[in-house]
């Protein structure tokens, strides 16, 4: 239901914007590491994936986007990740964004947004899938190339800050907050259509 309002709330929004060029979509490849001392960064391999996402200008260079991202990694120290097998990010973003016109054909975008974290893992001690889900907050910034006359088309690269976190109760703070707290690192690679 949460996603749901996400998406309406997202479109309301757009729905001020005016020039039909004002909206895109993009559909690119991500990778996603984890960083510092936490069970993503020391339990898992870098997932990597696909992502899937659309935005809208709302006034003069400022916008909105709603992202899908998913990826896929392996456990990489079953005493720190458990018993899990093939771990599976799945992420919903919602982010503000900022573009800067370098030249005629280079735009430079930052953004900052929130959004929610699951990880799914299998296991062969229970029939149904084990889920960790949590909150993230990230700041991130993408270049923008146009390889078409008409400026429709645009290969896009970027990178994104994560930091994620999830409630657990743990009797030992260090502990608690070492699977409780993840910082990741995200980098994007794709192309985005403007219509």
């Given at each position: 239901?949460?996603?749901?309002?996400?998406?309406?709330?997202?479109l309301?929004a757009?729905?001020?914007?005016?020039d039909?060029?004002?909206?895109?979509?993009?559909?690119?490849?991500?990778?996603?590491?984890?960083?510092?001392?936490?069970?993503?960064?020391?339990g898992?391999?870098?997932?990597t994936?696909?992502?899937?996402g659309?935005?809208?200008?709302v006034?003069?260079?400022?916008?909105?986007?709603?992202?899908?991202?998913r990826?896929?990694?392996?456990?990489?120290?079953?005493?720190?990740?458990?018993?899990?097998?093939?771990?599976?990010?799945?992420?919903?973003?919602?982010?503000?964004?900022?573009?800067?016109?370098?030249?005629?054909?280079?735009?430079?975008?930052?953004?900052?947004?929130?959004?929610?974290?699951?990880?799914?893992?299998?296991?062969?001690?229970?029939?149904?899938?084990f889920?960790?889900?949590?909150?993230?907050?990230f700041?991130?910034?993408?270049?923008?190339?146009?390889?078409?006359?008409?400026?429709?088309?645009?290969?896009?690269?970027?990178?994104?800050?994560?930091?994620?976190?999830?409630?657990t109760?743990?009797?030992?703070?260090?502990?608690?907050?070492?699977?409780?707290k993840?910082?990741?690192?995200?980098f994007?690679?794709?192309?985005?259509?403007?219509?």
């Amino acid at each position: 239901m949460r996603t749901i309002t996400i998406i309406f709330v997202f479109l309301s929004a757009l729905s001020f914007a005016q020039d039909s060029k004002k909206f895109s979509v993009e559909l690119k490849g991500n990778t996603f590491s984890g960083l510092g001392n936490n069970f993503i960064a020391e339990g898992t391999t870098t997932f990597t994936g696909f992502g899937l996402g659309l935005t809208g200008m709302v006034y003069n260079n400022f916008g909105l986007g709603i992202e899908f991202n998913r990826g896929y990694a392996d456990v990489k120290d079953v005493s720190v990740f458990g018993e899990l097998n093939n771990p599976e990010l799945t992420l919903i973003d919602l982010y503000g964004l900022y573009r800067f016109p370098a030249t005629s054909k280079l735009d430079i975008e930052g953004n900052v947004g929130a959004g929610n974290l699951r990880i799914k893992s299998r296991t062969d001690y229970r029939s149904d899938e084990f889920l960790e889900s949590g909150s993230t907050f990230f700041l991130g910034g993408k270049l923008l190339y146009s390889i078409t006359k008409n400026d429709q088309l645009h290969v896009v690269g970027g990178s994104r800050l994560y930091f994620l976190s999830t409630i657990t109760e743990m009797d030992d703070p260090e502990i608690d907050e070492y699977y409780s707290k993840a910082t990741l690192l995200n980098f994007s690679l794709g192309l985005r259509l403007y219509f």
